[in-house]
């Protein structure tokens, strides 16, 4: 029972290209994340949606968006990809209940070309 | 600006040896402290969550948190080649409900 997941695992697309990766928590948690980590391993903060809230780091470029159709489900849409945005992204979800402990899916490697 | 300090390491201990690893952090107003370790090629995992000052043990893992010097520590004792990961320390304010993680440190237990 995988608890969040994503797809696709891998991605590898060209520069200007638009992709979209999807994030499915089955825990009834009621926020959830997106988490880029570069390189160097640091976890940067993308987004987080608490039920009618949405948080956007304003570092991130405004070619990422996140969409959630509903709670258990929040995808990151990436518009006109760039060399830069390859990274490991992680989706994660928590539940203001048990202190917002945080549980990652397994990511999404993309590597942009 | 919220700020969680690790030292990135790596900190190599040998198998059976106390590992410790260490985390400041800088807004006062924390109230959440939790540990992750993360394997190479694989995402975080949550092993540690700890609220009040003093001692958390959890097997053998032993979060300590003192909230007036603004530190947050791990100890695994009895270290074993399986706890070769990078250890993740997160800090979540009170109100808010995104943590600042730190860097992480890389743990090496050899045989």
């Known amino acids: 029972d995988t608890a969040v997941s994503q797809t696709p695992k891998y991605l590898v697309t060209q520069m200007g290209n638009d992709k979209s990766i999807k994030c499915e928590q089955n825990l009834g948690h009621d926020t959830m994340y997106w988490y880029k980590q570069d390189s160097k391993k640091f976890l940067k903060i993308m987004f987080s949606y608490n039920n009618k809230e949405l948080i956007i780091n304003e570092t991130v470029p405004n070619r990422f968006s996140p969409k959630s159709p509903d709670k258990a489900h929040l995808n990151l849409h990436i518009n006109s990809l760039e060399l830069g945005d390859s990274a490991v992204y992680f989706c994660?979800?928590?539940?203001?209940?048990?202190?917002?402990?945080?549980?990652f899916g397994p990511g999404t490697r993309l590597t942009v070309t | 600006q919220k700020e969680v300090e690790q030292n990135s390491g790596p900190l190599s201990v040998p198998e059976g040896a106390i590992a410790s690893l260490n985390c400041t952090y800088s807004d006062r107003g924390s109230q959440s402290f939790f540990w992750y370790r993360q394997y190479s090629g694989k995402s975080p995992e949550l092993i540690m969550s700890i609220y009040s000052n003093g001692d958390k043990e959890d097997g053998r893992f032993t979060a300590q948190l003192n909230k007036a010097s603004q530190y947050v520590s791990l100890l695994i004792r009895d270290s074993q080649p399986s706890d070769s990961a990078t250890y993740l320390c997160a800090v979540r304010a009170e109100g808010s409900y995104i943590p600042t993680f730190g860097r992480g440190t890389s743990l090496i237990v050899h045989p």
């Open positions: 994660a979800s928590s539940q203001i209940s048990r202190d917002h402990e945080q549980y």
